[in-house]
């Protein structure tokens, strides 16, 4: 018998790695375009899937934007309908229309159209196929614009979609391990003209940035900017966890000192709701700047303001109104939403939609 290819190797343990332990029995659903690195995914659970008692089934999703996209949807669903998957189907989805450029479009088109998908079969979770490569460009890109912790600790192994689990289990894993592994599965990937078109900036990323710097700084600048990511994304968890206890938690009846409250000092921040309603301009200023930004921004998309429109602006704008007080007006939000000062307290107003 033939050795086990090492890249096949690393991509099932991946694979095995994030399915054990999995809840729930439906079936594991690959997202999968085609390319080496959702190939490479959806080969390695179709093995790995069914010894750890899953059934795998997978959903390619056409976006309609070039040429012979409706066939390459279906070449796909019939490669996974022999390789045992069940469902295995291709998924239309209308790209028109949508807010945001053509990527953000065709992003949010697509995961609709694979957590609906995934609600349709009932399935315990959702892989997709981002990759090590995949991380260091997103951490890049969230340099680049100027992004804050929550950006820059990229994509996170596992995250909630609407409801549905989903998993990106090869962030360990090099594209290049990922095409290894198909071609000693004789598995030839579609190549997305889409990567390599100068006109998305990932695609400028992925073919001018990341090269200059392995040359300059080494190939360990890919690894390096993926730890970087987990380190990141540990230390937003823990800020994100203290604002979500302000939050859920009754402001003090007396005012306290800023350590007390969760300040610079104080290991655990008091809360800051109001029984009249709002939030406490006194306990908001006495929490750690990390803390109170966090808690602004939860309050803000608690209020009714969408995640994809609530801006940094937005959230330094309340801030201001708890930091910077000059009797300024109203500070108004995405989805009409007004907040004002008054009586020490933060408080919404006008319509919320």
């Known amino acids: 018998m033939a050795a086990l290819a090492p890249s096949v190797a690393a991509v099932r343990l991946a694979v095995r790695r994030a399915l054990t332990g999995l809840a729930g029995d439906g079936p594991v659903l690959v997202a999968c375009s085609g390319g080496a690195d959702s190939l490479a995914l959806a080969a390695a659970t179709a093995f790995v899937a069914p010894r750890l008692g899953r059934r795998a089934g997978l959903v390619t999703v056409d976006h309609a934007l070039q040429a012979g996209s409706d066939q390459r949807a279906a070449a796909v669903a019939a490669w996974a ?4 998957f069940t469902p295995a189907e291709a998924v239309r989805v209308d790209v028109d229309g949508r807010p945001g450029g053509p990527e953000a479009a ?6 609709q159209a694979l957590v609906e998908a995934a609600r349709r079969h009932g399935a315990a979770a959702l892989l997709t ?13 969230a340099l680049a614009r100027g992004a804050g912790p929550r950006g820059l600790a990229g994509m996170p192994p596992r995250r909630d979609l609407s409801g549905v689990p989903l998993l990106r289990p090869l962030l360990d894993v090099t ?3 990922t095409r290894k592994a198909c071609a000693a599965l004789g598995l030839t990937p579609w190549e997305d003209p889409h990567n390599t078109d100068p006109s998305y900036a ?5 073919a001018d940035v990341l090269p200059a710097l392995v040359r300059a700084l080494g190939p360990a600048v890919l690894d390096n900017l993926a730890r970087t990511a987990r380190l990141v994304a540990a230390d937003t968890a823990a800020l994100d966890a203290l604002a979500a206890d302000a939050l859920a938690a009754p402001a003090p009846a007396v005012p306290a000192d800023p350590a007390a409250v969760g300040g610079a000092r104080g290991p655990t921040p008091a809360g800051v709701r109001v029984p009249e309603g709002g939030l406490s301009v006194e306990a908001l200023a006495g929490l750690a700047p990390a803390v109170r930004t966090r808690v602004l921004h939860a309050w803000a998309r608690e209020l009714g303001a969408a995640p994809a429109a609530l801006s940094h ?3 330094a704008a309340l801030d201001a109104l708890v930091t910077d007080w000059r009797g300024q007006g109203a500070t108004h ?5 007004r907040v004002v000062r008054r009586a020490g307290r933060l408080t919404a107003a006008g319509p919320i939609a």
Do not use: F, M, S
Request: zero cysteines; proline letters at 3%.
């Open 333 to 337: 939000l995405p989805g009409g939403i």
């Open 106 to 111: 065709a992003r949010q088109a697509r995961y």
């Open 81 to 84: 309908a022999t390789a045992g």
């Open 313 to 315: 602006r937005h959230v």
């Open 175 to 177: 594209r290049e391990q």
């Open 202 to 206: 990932r695609a400028r990323v992925r």
């Open 129 to 141: 196929g981002h990759t090590r490569d995949d991380q260091a460009e997103t951490v890049l890109l």
